[in-house]
């Protein structure tokens, strides 16, 4: 073992601290956030500095959060969107993946830099906005989960997974009489699995924080989804959001604040449940796309 | 030629279908459709029925009182998310690079990556609710005596409250890619090092920052060809009119100007000059880099 230097060792201990005070900067915000929730809220909006624990304890914010209809609404259409989308996506993706891993064929180049193209160049926020309201999309749920259908990114790294894995096996089946969509489905696709579930979380997560283009193109609340709802509850501040009715008017305000907090609780957990388990499979997803430069 | 390929490639075709229509229906044909740029547009006249006027737009644009104060946003926004958000996921990356302990190693990066999973509308909401007069930052702002303020309608911190809280957001993220990078640097050139009596500064120096550069360079590169396009959903959600002197980018306008007023010609021929600044400059730096490193994009 290599004897460190004095410099080393004193650096060593200043990485660590600095390394300590990052963690407590990413996390603390949210774990702020998730004491006040909980917190009294009139002891809360008397209350200033940070928070190290719930001021008392009540569960009436997420009673309210609860009954309110659209963050209930929200939820569900998120979780609408977020299937429906995420099958489009992996089912388009996957199409293209193996249509471009194609050398063979006389096109793939061509496609390939056709679509990397789009990467570097856009018609701009207005034309697509005019080109899918003249698609009659407008107030329906296609706006949502069509436009973001394919991701170039992911696309990409799905065409270079695809090509890494052996043409012996493609060949032999082609000699057995499969035909590519045997191929595609039952050669590549089990032999991709780690790939898969890489890119099912990415467009998961997408969807799950996505707000606007549910924004420009739907304009019926009942179809938000989650994030926009919260968009009114966080940043809009529109009280017509929580039932005033469980709450008297002079409380209106100190209460909303509380159904803030535990809005911002209930929109996230989802993902900070499932993210410690899956965070392996989103790095190397990114480390496949980093490599392959 | 092609009546062969497509005989022996029908099923490869067929999956191509719908790949091919996406790309053309939600990205070339609004390249098309921003031909609106150069036309008096009028949605019951459409594309083709509309008059042309030519660079009229432009002209209207460049001209206006305002143009000056977007642009220099735009730049001065994404110039500052370049000095300090670029390097910042990269000096994580070498730091963690030199934790010894892979288990506390692994804590600092699963507890730094979480910010990037919260979505956009919940972080603005926490920006806004610890920025407020009776907020977080202002109690220690407060503590250290200091005077509470909204934060948030002060035009002069905007950028600074943007940038700093998006590096919050992406530093842990972005540096998986660094970290990558680095673990393909080549063990026996850090050997080779100590034996050349290097210590570890000159390490970094000569041995793992010369290793990571191309990765460093790439996306260096791809961040040239994004330096007008702001990234304006965070910007929509916390700006304000108090604040558009500053924090109106070009995308912000587009939008304000195309969606909300559908002042339709006007907003996509501001959004075109974006399209094209961006695409230029993203042929210059690969021209850049070709010049002086081995690096390039194409």
Known sequence: MIKKSSGEQVFSVFNTFVMLFLMIICIYPLLYVAFASFSDPFRLAEHRGL????????????????????????????????VTGTAINLLLTSLGAYVLSRRESYWAGKLMFLIAFTMFFSGGLIPFYLTVKDMGMVNT??????????????????????????????????IDGAGDFTILFKIILPLSLPVLTVMLLFYGVGHWNAWFHAMIFLRKRDMYPLQLILKEILVENTSSNFSVSDVSRENDDIYRTLVQYCTIIVAT???????????????????VGALKE | MLAKDFKRYKAVYLMAIPVVLFYLLFHYKPMYGAIIAFKNFSPAKGIWGSPWIGFKYFQEFFSSYYFWTILRNTFLISLYELLWGFPAPIVLALMLNEITNSKFKRTVQTVTYIPHFISLVVICGLILDFTATDGVINSLIAFLGGKPANLMIDAGLFRTIYVSTGIWQGMGWGSIIYLAALSGIDQELYSAATIDGAGKWKQVLHVTIPGIAPTIIILLILRMGKMLNVGFEKIILLYNPLT??????????????????????????VGLFNSVINFALLIFSNKISRKYSETRLW
Do not use: C
């Open chain 1, 51 to 82: 928070l190290l624990s719930p001021l008392g304890f009540t569960l009436k914010g997420y009673e309210l959060v609860q009954k309110n209809p659209n963050i209930t609404s929200g939820y569900l259409n998120t979780i609408i969107y977020l």
């Open chain 1, 141 to 174: 749920i296609w706006a949502v989960v069509l436009p973001g259908a394919i991701s170039t990114w992911n696309l990409i790294v799905m065409r270079t997974s695809f090509l890494s894995i052996p043409d012996s096996l493609q060949e032999s089946a082609k």
């Open chain 1, 269 to 287: 957990v989802p993902i900070l449940l499932i993210y410690p388990f899956l965070q392996r499979y989103f790095v190397k997803g990114v480390m």
């Open chain 2, 244 to 269: 558009y002197d500053t924090a109106d980018v070009i995308s912000t306008f587009v939008y304000r100007k195309g969606l909300l007023d559908a002042n339709y010609g006007y907003a996509s021929a």
